[in-house]
Each structure stands twice: as structure tokens, then as C-alpha cells.
């Protein structure tokens, strides 16, 4: 069974950091390109960023890129997002999740969230 | 960068009732859209895929159909686990995908 588990969220001041992990199993992780998306408290789903199987291809969606990282270490199946800069619109719950082996595969499994929270 | 409009955007049904879910690119995408259910607290998560690839596992009264730029989410005979909110994402701009804005789906 596939399994994503993610961690690393909290209560963090703006421009503050945080570092995010997503440990994988039941599936070859390095096989798989991986993504990052969040939801707002109450709003709908964002994509936040991509990461291909070697790590040697990353994008961002505009409101975080220079600001955060993707990154992912095949040898303990975690894919991981740097967050600085946080500001208060980051305020959301993060979900990784495994992409398919295609463009129209769609997103799925996803893990189930750790909410970060941007506030004084 | 590609928008889509889900209608509605939210509705009320009784189990057993047919509901139709409308999703609508700002541009042609052939048929790359997916659809996804979410209930409260928890993931999304993948029903159909190609916009019309039903994902093993999902019961077969979920059905997707569309190409160009409209497409539809067909639930029929609506089972009280199917109360929830739906999106509709496309991936023809992969890896900057998008979703629509959700239509939640309560009890009448």
C-alpha cells in the first residue's frame, strides 16, 4: 500500500522558516517524479511545486519561487520543501503527493497534510 | 496560465439522485483533466484521470467525460460516502497544473 507521510509543519512568525519532509512507502520512490500542493484554511487546492525522479528538474508556482526548495533523497524515500521567507497568505495545510508515470496519470496518493501556520 | 470554472459551485442532493459537475477550461486541453474527490480533513483524492479513466477502485457510478475545453464528473445514484467536494485540475500545462475552485456536494 502506498504511503506518504508528512511532517514539519507549525506555528512560525513571518519571515520566518520551516522545513517539510514527506517519507514514502509502498511504491519505488525514486521512480517517481513527486509534488507539492497546499489548501488554504477553507479555500481550494494550490500546486505548489515539482520535482523530477532525479531531482535535476524542479518548478515552482510564481508566489514561492525564490522563497522555497524541493528537494528529495531517494536513499530514505523523502522528498522534503524549504520554506523561508514564509509569509501569512503560506498559511495552509501541505500535501505531498506521488504524480503517475504520465502526463494524464493525475496525482494521487497524496499524504495527509501538515498545516502550517504564518502569524504573530 | 490555464483557469477553470467548476459549476455549481456547490448543490444539494438526496442519495440515489443523479449529479452532474461541470468543469470549464479557459483554453483547449484535449482531455487532460482529472477529478478528485475531497471530504473534510482529509486528502484528495484521485477518481478519473484523462477525463474519463476511472481509477481502480472508484465505484463505476462515478463517470467523466469531455474534451476541448468542457467536461463533466457524473456521480449516479449518489451514496451517502459520496457527500464531499469535487475538483476538476488540469495537467495540460504539466507540471503547472491547476484546479478549479471545488463544487461541494451536501445533503438535501
Known amino acids: 500500500e502506498v504511503q506518504l507521510v508528512e511532517s514539519g509543519g507549525g506555528l512560525v512568525q513571518p519571515g520566518g522558516s520551516l522545513r517539510l519532509s514527506c517519507v514514502a512507502s509502498g511504491f519505488p520512490f525514486s521512480s517517481y517524479s513527486m509534488s507539492w500542493v497546499r489548501q488554504a484554511p477553507g479555500k481550494g487546492l494550490e500546486w505548489v511545486s515539482y520535482i523530477t525522479t532525479t531531482g535535476s528538474t524542479v518548478y515552482y508556482t510564481d508566489s514561492v519561487k525564490g522563497r522555497f526548495t524541493i528537494s528529495r533523497d531517494d536513499a530514505k524515500n523523502s522528498l522534503f520543501l524549504q520554506m523561508n521567507s514564509l509569509r501569512a497568505e503560506d498559511t495552509a495545510v501541505y500535501f505531498c503527493?506521488?504524480?503517475?508515470?504520465?502526463?494524464?496519470?493525475?496525482?494521487?496518493?497524496w499524504g495527509q497534510g501538515t498545516l502550517v501556520s504564518v502569524s504573530s | 496560465d490555464i483557469q477553470l470554472t467548476q459549476t455549481p459551485s456547490s448543490l444539494s442532493a438526496s442519495v440515489g439522485d443523479r449529479v452532474i459537475i461541470t468543469c470549464r477550461a479557459s483554453?483547449?486541453?484535449?482531455?487532460?483533466v482529472n477529478w478528485y474527490q475531497q471530504k473534510p480533513g482529509k486528502a484528495p483524492k484521485l477518481l478519473i484521470s484523462?477525463?474519463?479513466s476511472l481509477q481502480s477502485g472508484v465505484p463505476s457510478r462515478f463517470s467523466g467525460s469531455g474534451s476541448g475545453t468542457d467536461f463533466t464528473l457524473t456521480i449516479n445514484s449518489l451514496q451517502p460516502e459520496d457527500f464531499a467536494t469535487y475538483y476538476c485540475q488540469q495537467s495540460y500545462s504539466f507540471p503547472r497544473v491547476t484546479f478549479g475552485p471545488g463544487t461541494k456536494v451536501d445533503i438535501k
Open positions: 483554453q483547449y486541453i484535449i482531455t487532460f
Open positions: 484523462g477525463a474519463s
Open positions: 503527493a506521488k504524480l503517475g508515470t504520465t502526463v494524464t496519470s493525475g496525482i494521487g496518493p
